[in-house]
C-alpha cells in the first residue's frame, strides 16, 4: 500500500486543520491506520490510530480531545481532524498503516508503510 499525506500548513493557535491520509495499491481494510508526528530534535511519537476492523481509535494524551481520527472506506482515506491547535503540536505529521495491534499500536515499528509526512506549523 502506498499512502499520500496532505493538509498541513501555517496556522495560528487555536485554529483547525483536516489531514488527510489517502491509500492506493491497496486498501486499508486488512490495516491499523496511524498518524505519527516528528519536531526538530525529537523522536517521532505516536498521536492516533485506527483499527479498520471494528474503528477502534486511539489517541495520545497530549492530543485526547482535541484531535479526532476517522475513516471514509468509499475514498479509502483516512483522515485528522485537529482542533485547538498549540504551537506544541507543530511538527511533521506522517501517516502509517500496518498491522499494529492494540499492545503495539503506539509504535512505530508496527506499521509497514509510510506517507511522505506533511508540515503543521502552530504559530502563537
Known amino acids: 500500500v502506498q499512502l499520500q499525506a496532505s493538509g498541513g500548513g501555517l496556522v495560528q493557535a487555536g485554529d483547525s486543520l483536516r489531514l488527510s491520509c489517502a491509500a492506493s495499491g491497496s486498501t486499508f481494510s486488512s490495516y491499523t491506520t496511524g498518524w505519527f508526528r516528528q519536531a526538530p530534535g525529537k523522536e517521532r511519537e505516536f498521536v492516533a490510530a485506527i483499527r479498520w476492523s471494528g474503528g477502534s481509535t486511539y489517541y495520545a494524551d497530549s492530543v485526547k480531545g482535541r484531535f479526532t481520527i476517522s475513516r471514509d472506506s468509499a475514498k479509502n482515506t483516512v483522515y485528522l481532524q485537529m482542533n485547538s491547535l498549540k504551537p506544541e503540536d507543530t511538527a511533521v505529521y506522517y501517516c502509517?498503516?500496518?498491522?499494529?495491534?492494540?499492545?503495539?499500536?503506539?509504535?512505530?515499528?508496527?506499521?509497514?508503510?509510510w506517507g511522505q509526512g506533511t508540515q503543521v506549523t502552530v504559530s502563537s
Open positions: 502509517a498503516a500496518g498491522q499494529a495491534i492494540v499492545s503495539t499500536i503506539r509504535w512505530p515499528s508496527a506499521y509497514r508503510a
